[in-house]
Structure formats: structure tokens, C-alpha cells
């Protein structure tokens, strides 16, 4: 199906009229009309409105143009199995076993690997043929890649374990000891933070980061938050829902 035959379906199935569709994601009626005809496709930002109005990947509204896998596990997605950020936004990079509400479900390749050798293993392959696909396949996907740039799993492990003494040397007032840092996708924490009186975001929203969040030792409703990566440190503190985000340090590593 084309996209135009795509949104026509969608919007049919779900009773919308033309205009009622284009009040939801902030257009004319015309637009949608544009677009059910073929004379125009939504712009980038629109099919992120649509994606969440209906459910469904961009991938699907563009008639699926691509085949996605996750870039964690490999698994096909389809829109059944695709993650959710915490919005309830469609991430298609990743399927919601792997990466759910921000944050991943492993940090550790044996762990997945052991996990799918156990569920993937059938009469046709075995536990270790499982175990040696995966060990071939994941170091590809781009989850996985991060590995690459600092020399394998085992010195990734070395890395947060470093990362921590680091980020516990600093002695922030109020911070509890940092014990495990975990896998974060930026556009799930990159706050707006005031800066010179203009509102800023300090964070790639399309990067990977190593955090976490610690409840204040003073203040039970308020949060440090916790983000780095090889190449800073960066802690902020904010209140209930991520509500008044401060900046508390950056420091280059």
C-alpha cells in the first residue's frame, strides 16, 4: 500500500473525518486531503503525530519502505513489537523486550546471548548454534557498536566501573554514592535547562548514554540525574516528573 492508501485506511478505521484528523496533528483539512490524494506526504514532525494518533511506525505510514530490525537483539520489528518511549512515542530502532520507557533491558551481550540461547534453541539448532549465531550477528547492530570504540565487552564493564569511582570522586552535596550506571537513550532525559536566560538542551537526543537517577539525601522530592559517556560528566538535579531541571556540573573527562 502507498502512504496515501495507508492514511486513508487509518483515519477510516479509526472514524475520523478529514477535518477532525487535521485538528489532532495541527493541519488544514485541505493537507489531509493533499495527502490521501497523493499530491503531498506528511513532513517529519507530522508523521511523528501520526505515528503516535494511530499507532504505528513511520515505517508503516510510509508504506514500509524499509526492513527494520532491532538494533539490539535483531529480532524483525513490526509495529506489534516496536519499543515505546515514555510519551508512548514509537521508537523503530529498537523491539520493546529490548528497550522500554527510556531504557534498555541489557548491558550485557552474554546476557542476551544466554537469554536467546535458552528461547531460541529448537530441534533444528541447538543452544550453542544459537550462542554462535548471536556472538557473529550482534556486534553489527549499532546498540552493540558502542563496544567496538573501547576494545570488547569486557573493557566496557572496565569503563563504567571507572566512570563510577569518577563520577563519586566529585563529592556533590546531597548526592547518594553512585553504584551502577545504565543505558539511557538521550532523547529520553535531555531536559530543557535555563541558560543565560534561553531555554537549552544539552544532550543528543539520538545518542546512547551511560546514568542514573538517585533521590536526594536533603530533599525526597527531588532527583539527581546522572549522565556520561567517554567523553563528559553531567549531573543536573529536577523535582517530580522531571519538572525545574537545574545543571549541577560538567565536566570533561
Avoid at 530441534?123 to 556472538?135: A, D, I, T
Wanted: proline share 3%; aromatic share 10%; net charge negative.
Amino acid at each position: 500500500m502507498t502512504t496515501k492508501e495507508i492514511l486513508l485506511n487509518l483515519r477510516t478505521k479509526k472514524g475520523l473525518s478529514q477535518e477532525e484528523l487535521a485538528q489532532k496533528v495541527y493541519v488544514t483539512r485541505q493537507a489531509v486531503s493533499r495527502w490521501e490524494t497523493g499530491e503531498t506526504v506528511p513532513n517529519t514532525e507530522t508523521l511523528k503525530l501520526l505515528s503516535a494518533l494511530f499507532d504505528v511506525s513511520i515505517n508503516t505510514l510510509l508504506g514500509s519502505p524499509q526492513k527494520l530490525i532491532c538494533q539490539c537483539c535483531g529480532m524483525p520489528l513490526e509495529d506489534a513489537v516496536m519499543s515505546k518511549e515514555k510519551d508512548g512515542i514509537i521508537n523503530e530502532e529498537y523491539c520493546k523486550w529490548c528497550y522500554a520507557d527510556g531504557e534498555f533491558t541489557y548491558d550485557s551481550m552474554d546476557d542476551l546471548i544466554e537469554f536467546c540461547a535458552a528461547h531460541m534453541a529448537n530441534e533444528q539448532h541447538s543452544p550453542e548454534q544459537v550462542r554462535e549465531y548471536m556472538k557473529g550477528m550482534l556486534p553489527q547492530l549499532n546498540y552493540w557498536k558502542r563496544y567496538t570504540d573501547i576494545g570488547g565487552e569486557e573493557q566496557f564493564d572496565k569503563f563504567k566501573s571507572e566512570l563510577i569511582g569518577e563520577i563519586n570522586a566529585l563529592n556533590i552535596e546531597g548526592m547518594p554514592e553512585v553504584r551502577s550506571l545504565n543505558a539511557l537513550v538521550g532523547s529520553f532525559i535531555n531536559s530543557e535547562y535555563r541558560i543565560c536566560n534561553t531555554k537549552t538542551k544539552l544532550l543528543n537526543d539520538n545518542a546512547t548514554y551511560l546514568g542514573t537517577q538517585l533521590e536526594s539525601e536533603f530533599d525526597d522530592k527531588v532527583c539527581f540525574g546522572i549522565v556520561a559517556n567517554m567523553e563528559f560528566i553531567f549531573v543536573c538535579t529536577y523535582g517530580e516528573g522531571g519538572s525545574d531541571p537545574e545543571v549541577v556540573l560538567y565536566k570533561k573527562r
